[in-house]
């Protein structure tokens, strides 16, 4: 089956500090994928996405490459502030006629502290 | 402009109990779909829609059933409500079923005692 695997949270870090969420996948067939994050309180929203291998999605200053040949799309930024403070998913889509659904990983909480 | 509503935003039931929670869209997307978030901020996809149509049905127990009067609505009734359901639900839509961003509304917390 298709499967996401993110790293554990949470994750504090100091402002400015440099962020790697790690999240690896399992599918069948060619995902897109994505990353969402959800601030406290409030819906997912879509940070980034790449459809096919060695694109890299970027937002925000987060950015992530499709890796296809470690199955891996990890999200990365240079340097963080206390207002990315949320829970970052990682999903997949796999397309299936004209259905299509996101299969997320568990979340990892990222906290900033000044 | 909110471009997925869903009411209530929290909702504290008794078990056995019948509830509904609506979403609401005006996007003007064909695809709506429902998600449960656990305790543990896991996050499923439950439905799916397009166009009025069932397209995505996960197992899911019958005593959820959800609802479309028209592509803009997606509603979610439960009945005969369980301790195990208390989550946070949360309506989405697309443009269509394939491969189009998904939003997201703000999401409903239910809560059953």
């Known amino acids: 089956g298709n499967s996401v695997t993110q790293m554990e949270g949470p994750v504090t870090l100091s402002e400015e500090a440099f962020l790697t969420i790690n999240c690896t996948y399992t599918a069948t067939g060619y995902p897109s994928l994505f990353w969402y994050v959800q601030y406290p309180g409030e819906g997912l929203q879509l940070l980034l996405k790449a459809t096919k291998a060695d694109d890299k999605g970027s937002n925000k200053g987060f950015e992530a490459t499709y890796r296809k040949e470690t199955t891996s799309f990890h999200l990365e930024k240079g340097s963080v502030q206390v207002s990315d403070s949320a829970v970052y998913f990682c999903a997949l889509r796999l397309n299936t006629g004209t259905a299509s659904k996101l299969t997320f990983g568990t979340g990892t909480r990222l906290q900033v502290t000044l | 402009d909110t471009a997925v509503s869903q009411t209530p935003k929290y909702l504290v039931t008794q078990m056995g109990n019948d509830k509904s929670i609506k979403c609401e869209q005006n996007?003007?997307?064909?695809?709506m779909y429902w998600y449960k978030q656990d305790s543990k901020k896991f996050l499923k996809i439950m439905f799916s829609y397009n166009n009025k149509e069932l397209i995505i049905n996960e197992t899911v127990p019958n005593r959820f059933s959800p609802k479309s009067p028209d592509k803009a609505h997606l509603n979610l009734h439960i009945n005969s409500l369980e301790l195990g359901d208390s989550a946070v639900y949360f309506c989405?839509?697309?443009?269509?079923?394939?491969?189009?961003?998904?939003?997201f509304g703000p999401g409903t917390r239910l809560t059953v005692l």
């Open positions: 989405a839509s697309s443009r269509t079923g394939s491969g189009d961003e998904q939003f």
């Open positions: 996007l003007g997307h064909d695809t």
